[in-house]
């Protein structure tokens, strides 16, 4: 298994679809931080946001790397079909928190803050960027290894998802409806919502529910996309 996941890494890298992302969210980091002063949380909302987007990107290209016929021959050398899914997500993961490491320490390290960050700052940094990236994985995962979408449409309909998961509120605003049909979609801004406020935070009763929502939907869905992909690899 972890030769596997070193074997996947190593291609991913050479086939350097890792380059379009890395240059994407380097830049998108680097550029927002220009100036100096600002916000702690809200900022760190939106390069949450930035993650999401790059890793659903990530993980298309990571179940991109090889053919049919490679992915069937890895199926035989593994000797488990749930090991090549895992192996991917594993990969997945990793350059994950590269991408949160560099987004959430970067700033502190140039100085951008206009307030001393606070270990309640970091520990909601560290809960959104995580929880943005799990959900870039799954939205990825799920156009690319399941029968839902041709090939050729995953890009767009990943995209589409995660537009309409981010403008969650402005839709709800303007049909109370969608409420419940995006209960299918990933909660992009009900784990960002305690950083979208002013940087002297409390953490109260609704933060733990929506935490809890957050984690429940992420079990669900790694367990729904898990058994797509067996159903489509029969």
Same mark, same amino acid.
């Given at each position: 298994?972890?030769?596997?996941?070193?074997?996947?890494?190593?291609?991913? $890298?050479?086939?350097?679809?890792?380059?379009?992302?890395?240059?994407? =969210?380097?830049?998108? %980091?680097?550029?927002?931080?220009?100036?100096?002063?600002?916000?702690?949380?809200?900022?760190?909302? %939106?390069?949450?946001?930035?993650?999401?987007?790059?890793?659903?990107?990530?993980?298309?290209?990571?179940?991109?790397?090889?053919?049919?016929?490679? #992915?069937?021959?890895?199926?035989?050398?593994?000797?488990?079909?749930?090991?090549?899914?895992? !192996? #991917?997500?594993? $990969?997945?993961?990793?350059? &994950? &928190?590269?991408? /949160?490491? =560099?987004?959430? %320490?970067?700033?502190?390290? /140039?100085?951008? =803050?206009?307030?001393?960050?606070?270990?309640? *700052?970091?520990?909601?940094?560290?809960?959104? *960027?995580?929880?943005?990236? $799990?959900?870039?994985?799954?939205?990825?995962? =799920? +156009? &690319?290894?399941?029968?839902?979408?041709?090939?050729?449409?995953?890009?767009?309909?990943?995209?589409?998802?995660?537009?309409?998961?981010?403008?969650?509120? !402005?839709?709800?605003?303007?049909?109370?409806?969608? #409420?419940?049909?995006?209960?299918?979609?990933?909660?992009?801004?009900?784990?960002?919502?305690?950083?979208?406020?002013?940087?002297?935070?409390?953490?109260?009763?609704?933060?733990?529910?929506?935490?809890? +929502?957050?984690?429940?939907?992420?079990?669900?869905?790694?367990?729904?996309?898990?058994?797509?992909?067996?159903? #489509?690899?029969?």
């Amino acid at each position: 298994m972890s030769g596997f996941t070193r074997y996947q890494f190593i291609s991913y $890298i050479r086939s350097l679809k890792i380059v379009p992302p890395l240059t994407v =969210f380097g830049a998108w %980091v680097i550029i927002f931080y220009t100036y100096k002063g600002v916000p702690i949380l809200s900022s760190y909302a %939106v390069t949450s946001l930035a993650i999401y987007l790059v890793m659903t990107w990530v993980t298309i290209g990571i179940f991109s790397i090889e053919g049919e016929t490679e #992915k069937h021959l890895l199926f035989v050398q593994l000797g488990s079909k749930h090991h090549y899914l895992w !192996g #991917k997500w594993a $990969i997945c993961l990793i350059i &994950s &928190s590269f991408f /949160m490491l =560099f987004a959430i %320490v970067y700033p502190v390290l /140039m100085n951008n =803050f206009k307030e001393t960050i606070q270990p309640i *700052h970091f520990g909601l940094s560290i809960y959104s *960027h995580f929880f943005l990236a $799990i959900f870039g994985i799954i939205v990825g995962s =799920f +156009f &690319s290894i399941t029968s839902f979408a041709s090939t050729k449409y995953t890009w767009l309909l990943a995209m589409l998802v995660v537009t309409i998961s981010i403008s969650y509120e !402005g839709i709800v605003e303007k049909v109370a409806l969608f #409420k419940w049909i995006l209960l299918l979609f990933p909660p992009v801004v009900h784990v960002i919502k305690y950083l979208s406020g002013n940087d002297a935070v409390t953490i109260k009763l609704d933060f733990w529910l929506i935490a809890s +929502f957050a984690f429940v939907y992420t079990i669900i869905s790694f367990i729904v996309v898990s058994k797509m992909f067996l159903q #489509k690899e029969k």
